[in-house]
């Protein structure tokens, strides 16, 4: 679904390139989570994924990158809607401003798609269930919370069907309430696996429970790729600028101060520490 | 929260379709401009705007909001006009001062043109919900990206307007004092304009991305889940209110 | 400098109750943490602390000054407060001016002020960026310089709204310090936050608040052990508090070391066979 090879991407007017020789390949279906410190490439990597890298950002890329059969060099962000779809960290800017009820919200990127009406009200009223916002289809999309709004956009991207998914720290500025409802909505989509989805996020014990794959970035570059809790134990994380659960760290320390028996795999989640411990 | 004034109703004028209630209010803009008298304008909106506004359910704001808009007005139209109108005809006064007869006709009927310009506009901007604006002109061939700033620019003031509220604290917490002489606030401008606009270049180009993502700059046949109902009867009725203002024009004009 | 407040209520223009008879306490050189869901007060009970907010009963005493004889720009001389979002302050050319701005304010001598600055940018690491312009930085880096901003100030209080939004864990661990320093400098620290973890290992005294009222008030380790008053707050406890409770450990870990303790302690007294270390 997605193939990345030796994509290096400098925006510009800056001398370091914000992603270097980056090869990887994404498997239709893949839950794949994305971890690095901030400045790593993270947010150019959504970008480059939905084309405003280069498209809206201009700068210079080499290398080849293809998402659902297109080639991003030659594929703006207008060919990719209903392919491939963006949720960023901001939940206010991604209101459009143009629509006064959550139901309009969402059907604003299906009338651009040109979608049906009767086919738009079914696809509305999946993806509103879908983010527990049918009680609310009515109210302005002004008058939600930020955890709501996130919902919406979230609502918004799903009912356009996309292959793709790509999240840039959806939760990072939401309460704990909104965090556990976006991450509940990710987990189901975790388990249906017909979507394609990329996570750039920091919680990494939720990242640990449902994700496929994780991948670290550092300074533009691939460093790590594998399964959530063999990543997320690794190291070298502290040196990438990646932190670690407090579980990872309390039993690291245990071993080091040799207060349990060597050898057992550090863990990530709460339930995993609960194993290790026992 | 947005800035319209728009007011909900289920039954009358709101039904009708955007384009009808717009030519009602061009109809009744030119009628208070044209109609002759000191008095035509009144009668207009007594014979006009008031039914109208009782079908829409909207006449008590609307007089409210016209209020608001005329009466500042027709006191100093009184005032200037009918103190100072050259060699009148002196109703009352005291001293040197006296109000004429002319200035006060005068007075009375600029009033009456005012009040039924803000009227028909109001009518409109009650009965009639932007975005529905928005999509006739957008059936119209108006080109997306201008009828989305007409709606969106609504939504979003208010939003505006309380980041600006925020700036101002952030600022008084870092010890900027913002009461005091004309020096001082002429100083306190620039840390309290520049955020806002700055942050909101950050807060423009994420939207911008936003909108793009959902299809914004797409080309391609677009479908609406909005639905304008529109019937003959609104069609013939726009004709004819064409027709009746091009007629109340010439008749002016000939009338004199 | 002592904060107290009396018997504060306040209710906004739009009817909103926000706070109901809150009583509070803080002496000089405390460090503490205001807790609670979205909506439960903490940001109206903060911006009664520098005169954002008057109360309509009661009163807030900052020293010997009640806010409502002091406009705000005043209070700023006794309470630095750094705003949630970075974008609502920064407007100089470069991150030094901006870091200027405050102490000028205050009425600072050059030379008072060149110190104050330096040492801001010092303590947050942002000497290399300290004549860019702020917008040229990454969002997270904007909110350490507002940050710096308010510390150049050097205000006996400091007041931080969610301070580790959208940090990584170099940020996070970077405010952990700076946090560390106003403490051994004497200075009152109070900071409203979601990342319970954070506040946990920081914060020795922990106020948990709901609808208006304030239902805890403590020492971290006694509140957090009230496991029901939190479910009511809707606050999840931190990591090591949650495998604490599901390893039956009696205790409240606050920190990794505070964990090992626990369990070598519960092991040891429980008589358990490996003995740790050899």
């Not at chain 2, 046949?221 to 909005?226: A, E, G, I, N, Y």
Request: charged content about 15%; overall charge positive.
């Amino acid at each position: 679904m997605i193939t990345i090879e030796h994509l290096t991407y400098t925006y510009p007017a800056t001398s370091r390139p914000a992603l270097q020789d980056l090869s990887l390949h994404i498997p239709a279906g893949q839950f794949c989570a994305i971890v690095g410190a901030n400045g790593a490439g993270k947010s150019t990597l959504c970008y480059a994924l939905t084309g405003f890298v280069p498209h809206f950002y201009r700068g210079r890329m080499e290398g080849r990158l293809q998402v659902a059969g297109h080639d991003i060099a030659v594929t703006p962000p207008s060919a990719l809607v209903g392919l491939v779809g963006l949720v960023f960290a901001n939940p206010f800017n991604q209101i459009t401003g143009a629509c006064y009820t959550v139901r309009e919200e969402v059907a604003f990127g299906l009338e651009n798609l040109g979608v049906p009406p009767a086919a738009m009200e079914q696809r509305i009223a999946q993806a509103l269930a879908l983010t527990g916002l049918t009680d609310l289809a009515d109210r302005s999309p002004f008058a939600l919370s930020g955890g709501q709004q996130q919902r919406l956009a979230l609502a918004a991207v799903l009912a356009m069907q996309p292959r793709v998914l790509v999240l840039d720290e959806p939760t990072s500025q939401l309460d704990p309430v909104g965090t556990r409802e976006v991450f509940a909505i990710l987990a189901a989509l975790a388990a249906q696996q017909d979507t394609t989805v990329v996570l750039v996020s920091h919680a990494l014990e939720w990242v640990a429970t449902h994700a496929d794959r994780v991948i670290v970035l550092m300074a533009g570059r691939l460093v790590a790729d594998g399964p959530p809790t063999e990543v997320l134990t690794r190291p070298e994380l502290e040196s990438w600028g990646v932190g670690t659960t407090r579980y990872t760290q309390a039993a690291r320390r245990a071993q080091a101060q040799g207060l349990v028996p060597p050898g057992r795999p550090l863990p990530v989640t709460l339930s995993q520490a609960v194993a290790f411990w026992s | 929260m947005a800035l319209s004034l728009y007011l909900p109703r289920a039954r009358g004028l709101h039904r009708l379709h955007p384009l009808t209630k717009l030519w009602l209010a061009l109809f009744l803009f030119i009628c208070g401009l044209a109609l002759p008298g000191v008095l035509g304008a009144y009668a207009a909106f007594v014979a006009l705007v008031v039914p109208l506004a009782l079908w829409g359910a909207v006449l008590r704001p609307l007089l409210v909001a016209a209020g608001r808009v005329v009466l500042p007005f027709a006191v100093s139209l009184v005032l200037v006009q009918g103190l100072f109108w050259p060699r009148g005809t002196p109703l009352f006064g005291w001293g040197p001062l006296s109000f004429k007869l002319e200035g006060l006709l005068f007075a009375v009927r600029s009033t009456g043109r005012i009040l039924m310009v803000v009227s028909s506009f109001l009518l409109f901007a009650l009965t009639t919900r932007p975005d529905a604006l928005a999509l006739t002109l957008a059936q119209r061939g108006v080109p997306k990206s201008l009828t989305y700033i007409l709606v969106a620019t609504l939504q979003i003031i208010p939003r505006f307007q309380a980041r600006a509220a925020t700036i101002l604290a952030a600022q008084q917490s870092r010890g900027l004092e913002i009461h005091g002489n004309l020096r001082r606030r002429v100083r306190a401008l620039l840390p309290l304009i520049a955020p806002l606009v700055l942050g909101s270049l950050v807060d423009i180009e994420e939207r911008a991305i936003a909108l793009e993502s959902r299809g914004f700059s797409r080309q391609g046949p677009k479908t609406s889940l909005l639905v304008l109902p529109d019937t003959r009867g609104q069609a013939l009725a726009r004709r004819l209110l064409a027709v009746a203002s091009l007629a109340v024009v010439v008749m002016r004009l000939w009338v004199g | 400098m002592n904060i107290v407040v009396t018997d504060v209520t306040f209710r906004y223009p739009n009817g909103v109750q926000a706070l109901s008879g809150v009583n509070l306490a803080i002496a000089g050189g405390e460090a503490v943490a205001v807790i609670g869901e979205n909506g439960a007060g903490k940001t109206t009970l903060a911006r009664h602390l520098n005169g954002l907010l008057r109360p309509q009963q009661g009163r807030v005493r900052i020293g010997d000054w009640d806010t409502r004889e002091h406009t705000v720009a005043q209070l700023a001389h006794r309470v630095g407060y750094v705003f949630q979002n970075p974008d609502d302050q920064l407007f100089e050319r470069t991150v030094r001016r901006e870091l200027a701005f405050g102490p000028r304010n205050l009425g600072r001598d050059e030379a008072a002020i060149e110190a104050a600055v330096a040492q801001a940018l010092a303590r947050l690491d942002l000497e290399a960026v300290a004549d860019s312009h702020p917008y040229d930085l990454s969002p997270a880096q904007r909110r350490l310089v507002a940050l710096a901003a308010v510390l150049a100030m050097e205000t006996p209080i400091v007041v931080l709204d969610e301070p580790t939004t959208g940090q990584d864990a170099a940020g996070t661990a970077l405010l952990g310090r700076v946090i560390a320093d106003l403490k051994a400098a004497g200075r009152t620290v109070i900071t409203i936050s979601h990342d319970i973890d954070f506040v946990a290992e920081h914060f020795p005294r922990l106020i948990v608040m709901a609808a208006g009222r304030i239902l805890a008030d403590g020492p971290t380790e006694w509140v957090l052990a009230q496991t029901g008053l939190l479910a009511q707050a809707q606050v999840d406890p931190p990591q090591l508090v949650r495998l604490a409770v599901a390893l039956g450990l009696p205790g409240v870990p606050t920190t990794v070391d505070a964990f090992l303790d626990l369990w070598v302690r519960t092991r040891q007294r429980d008589g358990a066979e490996w003995p740790g270390g050899v």
